[in-house]
């Protein structure tokens, strides 16, 4: 059970990259949304039959995640780097309801990343929290703010 735990949380093992495993994870995170949603897309489901699957999805891997890297922190130190399923939430949450364009995939992932290293506002507050939750409710936030922001420019067609 350990070892599924393992899996879970390093994201199929992308947490384990030597050059920023955060980065690997939201990654791995992106294609498989993109490469998912494409699916769907394709199947004729369509882009709000697609956001509501997300959501569901979004909701399951959080609470899978957050229970994973509960029973982790019995083995590493508190949001050890090689824990990305956090991230993988978070760039799922920042891409939800785009057009299914890669490139609008890979601005979801470079605001995701950005709001997740910089940390502004509460998502830092969040981050110095010492328990399981936290781990995941700062990705959360960051991928909030990264959604709030890609959904502007592309109203605003920025993008």
């Given at each position: 059970?350990?070892?599924?735990?393992?899996?879970?949380?390093?994201?199929?093992?992308?947490?384990?990259?030597?050059?920023?495993?955060?980065?690997?994870?939201?990654?791995?995170?992106?294609?498989?949304?993109?490469?998912?949603?494409?699916?769907?897309?394709?199947?004729?489901?369509?882009?709000?039959?697609?956001?509501?699957?997300?959501?569901?999805?979004?909701?399951?891997?959080?609470?899978?995640?957050?229970?994973?890297?509960?029973?982790i922190h019995k083995l590493w130190?508190?949001?050890?780097?090689?824990?990305?399923?956090?991230?993988?939430?978070?760039?799922?949450?920042?891409?939800?309801?785009?057009?299914?364009?890669?490139?609008?995939?890979?601005y979801a992932l470079l605001l995701?990343?950005?709001?997740?290293?910089?940390?502004?506002?509460?998502?830092?507050?969040?981050?110095?929290?010492?328990?399981?939750?936290?781990?995941?409710?700062?990705?959360?936030?960051?991928?909030?703010?990264?959604?709030?922001?890609?959904?502007?420019?592309?109203?605003?067609?920025?993008?």
């Amino acid at each position: 059970m350990k070892k599924l735990h393992k899996i879970i949380a390093t994201g199929l093992g992308t947490g384990y990259s030597p050059i920023a495993p955060g980065t690997a994870g939201a990654i791995l995170g992106i294609i498989l949304l993109y490469i998912f949603n494409k699916w769907l897309n394709n199947s004729g489901y369509s882009l709000g039959t697609i956001t509501l699957i997300n959501l569901v999805a979004i909701v399951l891997v959080l609470l899978i995640g957050v229970y994973s890297i509960k029973k982790i922190h019995k083995l590493w130190k508190h949001d050890a780097s090689e824990i990305v399923i956090d991230e993988i939430v978070g760039v799922w949450i920042a891409a939800l309801a785009m057009p299914i364009k890669l490139q609008y995939y890979l601005y979801a992932l470079l605001l995701f990343r950005f709001f997740d290293i910089v940390k502004p506002f509460f998502i830092k507050k969040l981050d110095r929290k010492q328990n399981d939750w936290s781990v995941m409710l700062d990705d959360v936030l960051a991928g909030i703010y990264s959604l709030l922001v890609i959904h502007l420019l592309y109203y605003f067609k920025i993008i």
